[in-house]
């Protein structure tokens, strides 16, 4: 029994801003940007959009790219829908504080009547660890046969305008994948998931939980929105994406060779340079689109995946791996016989 990715989505905010744009509104610069990120642009939300409207969107289009394929028997959208068992989704920037689950918002926008839906938030981990949930659920139960997987984010609406160290960092979008159980090997071969709640602060979005909650009559002089401390964030990715990609090489008896490509998080050219570099892997290993869209979290990996599924650069067959880190501290990993 192998759980394989059948077929892939995304969806892009049409809003485009450059780093020229920004360089027009602060004080940075195109040239800073790009030698410090390897980033471009972004592409931002119109005001309204939340995750779910970039999830639903990616979802369904990971749908019909299946239905137009040919990759599975049912013949429209909501014969399909309806044959999901499960919606995970990743994402830190859900639509509602708390619940509801975003991903109960998607399942009803997509029709998919029958599916359990709820979101794994891991910050920008979220996607590698809600497609090892969405994999062992579907081989927990033979009645379970198909899931939806979706890295959804409006980082916009939580990034910190005023503050030039990151908030030309993020973007806005979404990937999604379709999950199905077959009998036969491959798929999903296996994931790596780690933690290192040491670094809990270095990545943040401070209020409105249990810890500070609002109060009443409060005069709110900021909106909530990430705090980083880039440097430790920084060392911390290129350890465990470095680490990541050794133990999957040393545990699972790979060559580098064996593998057809490597997907990172797309947080930061320089981290995926400092990796290549440590391990010795020629840059054309990595897949990277950061000059694009910038550092989407959650949605990163799913977004990448679609675009190399769709463009032939990932084809049946190849051994594609996955490494990413995020808020936590979080990192992992999906090594996946495509
Ligand atoms: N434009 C121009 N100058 C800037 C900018 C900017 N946008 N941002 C910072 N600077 C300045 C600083 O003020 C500083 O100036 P100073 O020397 O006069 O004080 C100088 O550039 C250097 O700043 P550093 O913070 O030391 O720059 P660094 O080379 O470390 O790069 C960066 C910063 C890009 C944030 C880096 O630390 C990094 O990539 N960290 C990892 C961040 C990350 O991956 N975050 C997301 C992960 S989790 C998630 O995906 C949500």
């Not at 975003?102 to 981990?125: E, M, P, R, Y």
């Not at 090997?185 to 609002?214: K, M, Q, T, Y």
Request: hydrophobic content about 45%; proline content about 2%.
């Amino acid at each position: 029994m192998a759980i394989k990715v059948v077929s892939t989505g995304r969806a892009i905010p049409p809003k485009r801003v450059t780093n020229e744009d920004l360089a027009a509104v602060m004080d940075t610069s195109d040239e800073w940007i790009r030698s410090h990120t390897g980033i471009g642009a972004r592409h931002i939300a119109a005001e309204g959009v939340a995750a779910s409207d970039l999830g639903f969107e990616a979802a369904e289009d990971a749908l019909r790219y299946a239905l137009d394929q040919g990759l599975v028997a049912e013949k429209n959208l909501e014969e399909l829908a309806a044959t999901i068992d499960l919606i995970v989704l990743g994402s830190s920037t859900q639509d509602y504080y708390s619940h509801p689950a975003t991903a109960c918002i998607i399942q009803h926008k997509l029709g998919a009547v029958n599916a359990a839906a709820f979101d794994v938030t891991v910050a920008c981990s979220s996607f590698i660890y809600a497609l090892e949930t969405a994999a062992a659920l579907l081989a927990a139960d033979t009645r379970r046969k198909r899931a939806v997987v979706i890295g959804a984010e409006v980082l916009s609406a939580i990034t910190n305008w005023e503050d030039r160290g990151s908030c030309v960092l993020f973007g806005d979008g979404a990937g999604a994948v379709l999950l199905e159980k077959r009998d036969g090997a491959g798929g999903l071969v296996r994931s790596i998931l780690g933690s290192d709640g040491s670094g809990w602060e270095h990545l943040i979005l401070r209020r409105g939980g249990s810890r500070n909650p609002w109060k009443k009559g409060e005069v709110v002089e900021q909106v909530p929105c990430i705090e980083m401390n880039g440097h430790a964030v920084y060392n911390f990715a290129v350890t465990v994406i470095t680490k990541t990609i050794e133990r999957f090489l040393d545990e699972e008896h790979l060559a580098l060779e064996d593998l057809a490509l490597i997907i990172p998080h797309q947080a930061n050219g320089r981290i995926i340079q400092a990796a290549e570099k440590r391990l010795n892997i020629p840059a054309e290993k990595f897949y990277t689109n950061m000059e694009e869209y910038a550092n989407t979290s959650s949605a990163s990996i799913p977004i990448a995946l679609d675009e190399c599924n769709r463009s032939g650069k990932i084809k049946r067959g190849d051994l594609v791996l996955t490494v990413g880190f995020g808020g936590g501290l979080s990192y992992g990993g999906n090594l996946i016989r495509w």
